[in-house]
């Protein structure tokens, strides 16, 4: 198991999350999007590219 979102999206190809019991796969461009991470992680995900253009994604506490 990774828990890692940027070194899953750099090197998986497939990625499996479960939300509320609910299996959420796939390939990491649409499994590791905005929607299916807020859902299941209750984070605010920030999507940046790194210097080699591998994406890069920060997580963030969803504001109360």
Same mark, same amino acid.
């Given at each position: 198991?990774?828990? +890692?979102?940027?070194?899953?999206? $750099? ?7 479960? +939300? ?6 796939? #390939? #990491? ?6 929607? #299916?991470? $807020?859902?299941?992680? $209750? ?7 790194? $210097? ?13």
């Amino acid at each position: 198991a990774l828990h +890692d979102l940027t070194l899953a999206a $750099r090197f998986a190809q497939a990625v499996v999350m479960i +939300d509320d019991g609910h299996l959420i796969a796939g #390939p #990491p461009e649409e499994v590791l999007a905005m929607a #299916p991470i $807020r859902a299941a992680w $209750r984070i605010d995900p920030e999507f940046l590219t790194d $210097r080699t253009g591998a994406r890069v994604i920060v997580p963030h506490r969803i504001a109360e």
